[in-house]
């Protein structure tokens, strides 16, 4: 007997097509209500089971956005999950606590953004529709940047280096960017994390704690690098200022 076949999804024509994982179901209902409201179509999961059930009804989603703290299996247990599965949708963190190190572990897995709940659905809605854009399925025409050993395709939001994919996140790859658009001069932890979210948006402990975050976003992007080439020194330390990627006539 043949397998059922799914029942795909309908979604609302022409809308941003959101996948979302909430618990809490008036909380769930509220902000997917807010969202259609802006121009999306939103399917949403009381917990990642019933998202793993309909994954195949949803291959033509946009994106996912998953609350931190599911019950079994945990948002991030749940993102791994996807990623097995071979979704390669971006992932949005939804939070009503947001430290550095959740934050750190999101990207760390794969996720594209991370946002506090208490940013407010105005903020949450800029900030999908800039994912969207960043990483269309239908990108328009191919453009790239060329830096030495590096090729980026702003379209996709892809990083070669050696002409091997670095497997950049979409926030890690708009940091790799800014600093090789930028090859030379020197880029602020704050222009650096600004970039990875908007301007003025405030993290971690005091008017410095951002530069936790950058430093740590900068130790994984070069580690990335460094799994393709060992030899990777491109990304420069300008003390307590930020970063630059070295000058074009350094290129190797």
């Not at 991370?114 to 800029?126: I, P």
Request: net charge negative; hydrophobic share 40%.
């Amino acid at each position: 007997m043949a397998a059922e076949q799914p029942v795909p999804i309908d979604w609302g024509e022409g809308a941003i097509r959101v996948l979302f994982v909430e618990d809490d179901d008036d909380f769930r209902e509220a902000l997917g209500w807010q969202l259609e409201e802006r121009g999306f179509s939103v399917q949403g999961f009381a917990d990642g089971k019933a998202l793993l059930a309909a994954l195949d009804a949803a291959t033509d989603a946009d994106l996912v956005i998953l609350d931190w703290t599911l019950p079994s299996p945990s948002g991030i247990d749940l993102l791994t999950q996807l990623r097995e599965r071979g979704l390669n949708l971006p992932v949005v963190f939804l939070t009503g606590h947001s430290p550095s190190q959740r934050e750190a572990l999101a990207f760390d897995r794969g996720a594209a953004d991370f946002v506090d709940k208490a940013r407010g659905v105005e903020v949450l809605v800029r900030r999908l529709k800039l994912l969207v854009r960043t990483t269309s399925r239908d990108p328009p025409t191919e453009k790239q940047l060329v830096r030495g050993k590096l090729i980026l395709r702003p379209n996709i939001s892809r990083a070669y280096w050696r002409e091997t994919d670095v497997r950049l996140t979409v926030g890690e790859y708009n940091i790799a960017q800014l600093l090789a658009t930028n090859a030379g001069e020197h880029v602020s932890y704050r222009s650096l994390y600004d970039c990875m979210h908007y301007e003025g948006f405030i993290a971690g402990a005091g008017s410095l704690g951002h530069r936790t975050n950058v430093r740590s976003l900068i130790r994984r992007i070069r580690n990335k690098f460094r799994e393709c080439d060992p030899t990777f020194d491109e990304i420069e330390n300008y003390a307590a200022f930020g970063y630059r990627w070295r000058p074009p006539e350094t290129d190797g």
